[in-house]
C-alpha cells in the first residue's frame, strides 16, 4: 500500500460553512480521532472568501502541518500556492488537470469522477487519486450529482486495480464499511464530523 492509499483512509473535508462552532476546534478534534488528510473548501452558501479565507485556510494549515496531516485545497490553485498546501482536489467542471500538473509538477491531484463518460474523458494518469461519487445521495454540496451507489465505486476498482480512489457522497458511521468493501481505499466526509457530537468516536467508526 503506497503513502497516497494510506492518506485516503479517513479524508475529512470541511469549510466554514460547514461548522457551527470555530473550524480549528473540530479539525483538532478531528485529528485527534485520526483522520488521515484533510480538504480544506470554503465553498458554497455562506462561505468566506478574500482575506478571511485566507487567514482561515492559514490557521487550519498551521494545525495539519503541526500534526502530519495533509492538508489539500479544493478547486483553488492560487490558494493552494499561498497556503503551501500538499495538495488540491478539483471537479470536472474545474481547473484543468493538465495545466495544475505542468504548472505545479510535486503537488498531490486528486479529481472527482460520476461516470464512465467523466472517466473517459480524464487524463488519470496524470493525478494522484480520484473521489468517487456521489456514492450516496447528499445535502453538502448545492450542485452534487446524482448518486451512484456502491456499485460505482466496484466498477471502478475492477477497471483500475491500483488506482487510489476514495469514495465521497453522503457516507456515515453506517455505510461507510460498505464503500470500502466496494472497494475503495477509504472515504470522504463532512458532516458525519462537523455534525457529530462526539468528533473522535465518530472518526473512529468510518
Not at 498551521?62 to 483553488?76: L, R, Y
Not at 487519486?129 to 460505482?152: C, H, L, N, R, S
Amino acid at each position: 500500500m503506497t503513502y497516497i492509499h494510506r492518506i485516503l483512509r479517513k479524508y475529512f473535508i470541511m469549510g466554514s460553512q460547514n461548522c457551527f462552532r470555530p473550524p480549528a476546534e473540530i479539525l483538532k478534534e478531528a485529528i485527534a480521532g485520526g483522520i488521515t488528510a484533510f480538504q480544506f473548501r470554503e465553498k458554497g452558501a455562506g462561505s468566506l472568501s478574500g482575506d478571511a479565507k485566507v487567514e482561515l485556510g492559514s490557521e487550519l494549515r498551521k494545525i495539519c502541518k503541526e500534526n502530519q496531516i495533509p492538508f489539500f485545497v479544493n478547486d483553488d490553485v492560487d490558494l493552494a500556492e499561498l497556503l503551501h498546501a500538499d495538495g488540491i482536489h478539483v471537479g470536472q467542471d474545474d481547473l484543468n488537470v493538465e495545466e495544475i500538473r505542468l504548472r505545479y509538477p510535486d503537488l498531490l491531484l486528486g479529481l472527482s469522477v460520476s461516470n464512465p463518460s467523466e472517466v473517459k474523458a480524464s487524463p488519470l494518469h496524470l493525478v494522484d487519486y480520484i473521489g468517487a461519487g456521489p456514492i450516496f445521495a447528499t445535502t453538502t454540496k448545492d450542485d452534487a450529482k446524482q448518486a451512484v451507489g456502491t456499485e460505482w465505486i466496484a466498477a471502478l476498482r475492477n477497471d483500475f486495480p491500483e488506482l487510489p480512489m476514495v469514495g465521497i457522497g453522503g457516507i456515515n458511521t453506517e455505510n461507510a464499511d460498505k464503500v470500502i468493501k466496494a472497494g475503495a481505499d477509504g472515504v470522504a466526509v463532512i458532516s458525519v464530523i462537523t455534525s457529530a457530537k462526539d468528533i473522535k468516536k465518530a472518526v473512529k467508526s468510518i
